[in-house]
């Protein structure tokens, strides 16, 4: 047992679909015209939600374990536009947080997003003023795939249920807009896939730009049961204070930093409106489309590759491009990271000795030496601090995965065997989503961070350690991967095992820009019908 009340809380919070068989993801959004019509609406997706319930595992005829998942999930949320269209009541609305009700628009200076990257540049869904209605709902749909890779056809059965729901609601409606040209009627995302061995497609980790992605998520109290929850936080839960020791010192975060109504890393809970019963086992999403810039990325490489070879000495092309990736990424394509592997010499060896890995995780089910066998492989990949890396010699300060989850790099008395990740527990957030090809051949990932304050953990991941460098030493240097290019366009990659002298990575282009998005409460299974039934009252 969990001590969690999985059956009301969304499935999306609890799992990330894409890692338990749903490469495929639709995002439906759409605006209320009326109240009524809109709870009518809420009531009738409501059945179909999909919560947190551990899926039915039985045992098949020849002692297999099997797990039955359902063929398809639903979840949804609402913005705060969206709440108040559904007429909240006014004292439940105004106590919402403040980032909440402004929306991802209204942050734009905060998170990054000029330039390019600016509102009025996003696609026509989500652009202020130039759409025809706001963005209320969003529902996504996520399923698995047909030998080809192909979406099973149950996907477009429950979007034409959908949008058939809204047609009959008298007012609801679905919003087209996404896309460079607006045309499309929904966001489609899709893993990227891969021939298998019996040449069935295969959904694999990578985003387009190549990296293994949705790595070292956050682990929290309550997320497993004990022996999987301690194997599960080295590398995705905390650090204690003191001397370091892999078996005793990593534990689970909070639940009240992802799930409101529980305690959080402050000891507290986080703030929430009246009545508690809407907010609690809910939380909140960020939704981003980020756009990439894939022939510009490898572009950039090319031309750093040859200034790599130049300045270190290394003859190897594909060594010098794989080099500069992983000094950008700080984790090397693989999803090995630079604190295991700092050469690309090691990085083949470790990709040698777990090479049986990436075959077992093709295969099910699993007999118990595989699975521990997966286990170990996962540890090597996220179970590492930046101890004994305190002058960025093996992982550069500025690598985007040191930026994104700094561990214990920010804990004052950090050495090689101490330090705690107390600085960046309160930073954690829950990722999800999956790349996306849009039909006007745009690339990119649709990006969705979960925690239960917008503010206090998304947002200052995107301005203080995206968007700056102060904290990790880089000045005004963002990240070199996201970041945007207002003010340095260089990264700093110290000298270290792969090179005796530093490098400076300069003229960085920006590899990414936002496409739009905005902020969403994703409430529980009770709050949902609260919603629909029109019976939150805050007093």
Not at 163 to 170: D, K, N, R, V
Not at 270 to 279: D, M, Y
Not at 328 to 357: F, K, N
Request: charged residues 20%; proline residues 7%; aromatic residues 10%.
């Amino acid at each position: 047992m969990t001590g969690l009340d999985l059956a009301d809380i969304q499935g999306n919070i609890h799992r990330p679909y894409g890692r338990f068989g749903f490469p495929h993801t639709r995002h439906l959004f759409f605006t209320i015209g009326e109240a009524a019509a809109g709870r009518r609406f809420v009531q009738g997706v409501r059945p179909r939600i999909t919560s947190a319930e551990p899926w039915e595992r039985f045992e098949t005829a020849d002692g297999r374990s099997v797990v039955r998942k359902p063929a398809i999930t639903l979840n949804l949320g609402f913005t705060f536009l969206g709440l108040h269209a559904l007429d909240l009541p006014t004292r439940t609305l105004r106590m919402l947080p403040d980032e909440f009700i402004d929306g991802m628009s209204c942050r734009a200076d905060i998170l990054g997003d000029v330039g390019p990257s600016a509102p009025e540049r996003w696609d026509p869904l989500w652009q202020v003023g130039g759409k025809p209605a706001p963005v209320h709902i969003w529902i996504s749909l996520s399923v698995g795939a047909n030998p080809d890779g192909t979406p099973l056809a149950i996907l477009d059965e429950w979007t034409r249920w959908l949008t058939g729901l809204a047609e009959t609601s008298g007012g609801v409606a679905l919003l087209t807009g996404h896309g460079a040209d607006g045309a499309g009627g929904w966001q489609d995302c899709s893993a990227i896939m891969d021939a298998g061995p019996d040449d069935a497609m295969i959904p694999t980790p990578r985003e387009h730009f190549g990296f293994t992605d949705g790595i070292s998520d956050p682990v929290f109290r309550g997320q497993f049961g004990p022996g999987a929850e301690a194997l599960a936080a080295i590398g995705g839960g905390k650090i204690a204070e003191g001397p370091y020791d892999e078996a005793t010192s990593w534990s689970a975060l909070e639940t009240g930093e992802f799930i409101l109504g529980h305690v959080d890393e402050g000891q507290e809970f986080p703030v929430a409106a009246f009545p508690r019963g809407l907010t609690r086992n809910g939380t909140f999403m960020v939704w981003r489309k980020l756009r990439q810039d894939v022939e510009a990325f490898e572009g950039y490489v090319a031309a750093q590759a040859e200034i790599w070879m130049r300045a270190t000495g290394v003859a190897d092309a594909t060594e010098a491009s794989e080099t500069v990736r992983a000094k950008i990424v700080g984790r090397w394509r693989s999803g090995v990271p630079l604190i295991v592997a700092q050469t690309w010499a090691e990085h083949q060896t470790i990709m040698a000795q777990y090479a049986d890995c990436l075959e077992i995780a093709l295969r099910k089910p699993r007999d118990s030496a595989e699975q521990q066998r997966l286990a170990a492989y996962a540890k090597m990949l996220t179970g590492f601090r930046y101890g004994d890396d305190l002058d960025g010699g093996k992982c550069p300060f500025g690598a985007h995965i040191r930026r994104a989850n700094p561990r214990d790099m920010l804990d004052p008395v950090l050495s090689a065997t101490q330090g705690a990740s107390t600085l960046t527990n309160r930073r954690r957030i829950l990722r999800r989503g999956l790349p996306y090809v849009d039909p006007d051949g745009q690339k990119g990932v649709v990006f969705m961070a979960v925690c239960s304050s917008i503010f206090r953990q998304f947002e200052f991941v995107q301005q203080q350690w995206m968007s700056y460098g102060l904290d990790f030493e880089a000045g005004n240097d963002t990240c070199p991967l996201v970041g945007h290019r207002a003010q340095a366009t260089k990264h700093m990659i110290p000298a270290g095992p792969a090179n005796a002298v530093p490098v400076i990575a300069a003229d960085l282009p920006a590899f990414v820009t936002t496409r739009g998005g905005d902020y969403f409460f994703l409430p529980s299974l009770n709050a949902v019908r609260m919603i629909a039934m029109g019976t939150v009252d805050p007093t």
